[in-house]
């Protein structure tokens, strides 16, 4: 069994026909040789569902409701508290990581992909993204997990 988080990003290049035509064709026959495992299953959040659908520019009615329709065929997890708990904590682990090592770095940035990150590892799912942020995050969650494990 496969369970998979579909990442923002590969949501766009999956159902987004005006997506990078490269990219998209990657990222479908991805997707197809998923849909080809037994019992695959695909998931996204309503924060996923929002980030897909505030990219289209107001007046665009009709790729709205295309998205949108694309995005009712999977089913949506919600975030639940213990979700939100590691999101948080991920946050200020990131945060004293950035100061203990003045990496600088814009916690504000990947505060959403925390949310996903954490979704996929409370759900144990597997995410699909495009997006190099997650394999960071789940770097900072092992690292996380190391230092509370001293």
Do not use: C
Request: no cysteine; charged share 35%; aromatic share 10%.
């Amino acid at each position: 069994m496969a369970d998979y988080l579909l990442d923002t990003n590969y949501l766009i290049y999956l159902a987004d026909a005006d997506a990078d035509e490269t990219k998209r064709k990657e990222i479908l026959q991805d997707f197809a040789e998923k849909l080809q495992q037994d019992d695959s299953h695909f998931f996204l959040t309503p924060l996923i569902r929002y980030e897909v659908l505030r990219g289209v520019d107001w007046g665009n009615r009709e790729k709205l409701q295309i998205l949108s329709d694309i995005l009712k065929q999977f089913e949506s997890l919600d975030i639940k508290q213990d979700v939100a708990d590691l999101a948080g904590e991920l946050y200020r682990f990131d945060k004293f990581e950035a100061e203990r090592t003045q990496s600088g770095r814009n916690l504000e940035k990947r505060k959403f992909d925390m949310f996903h990150f954490s979704t996929a590892q409370i759900n144990h799912l597997e995410v699909l993204s495009k997006d190099g942020d997650l394999a960071n995050i789940a770097a900072l969650h092992q690292k996380m997990q190391d230092e509370k494990a001293v």
